[in-house]
């Protein structure tokens, strides 16, 4: 078995969709970025690259590559998931949290649970996402950003 953990943070920003776990999330800004800035999906990118011991997310996709320009992140954990297959591995699960004041996630938890386990083909129940704030604290509670934490464990795929 193998572990990852991944860690990500964008600026906050007026004019851009806040995309949070594949979920377009009803806001009055978005996250920046060069890619679609879905800080999710991003730090479940580096858990699952991590885990494999294949570096990060910026090794694979980097930002000064015009490919990735406002890519849609869903894309880049499709190949993350394929990298991860690729060395005869499987996602036994995944755990994560995303910190943000506002607006608030939980109602979006499910549906981002679902758009991570469709896209690495297993079962909602093996994805776990969480959503917090940090009190008024830092940075991300003053709203200038949002962050997400995952850890990932990854099994020998025995079916291959
Ligand atoms: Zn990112």
Redesign the pocket.
Known sequence: MRIGVGY?V?RLTAGRPLLIGGVSVPFSKGLE?HSD?D?LL?AVCDALLGAAGEGDIGIHFPDTDPRYKNENSMRLLAATVRIIRAKGLRIANLDATVFAEAPKLHPYRKEMQRNIARIIGVEPACINVKATTTEGLGHIGKGEGIAAMCVVLLTADTSA
């Open positions: 990500d964008h970025g800035a800080v991003h």
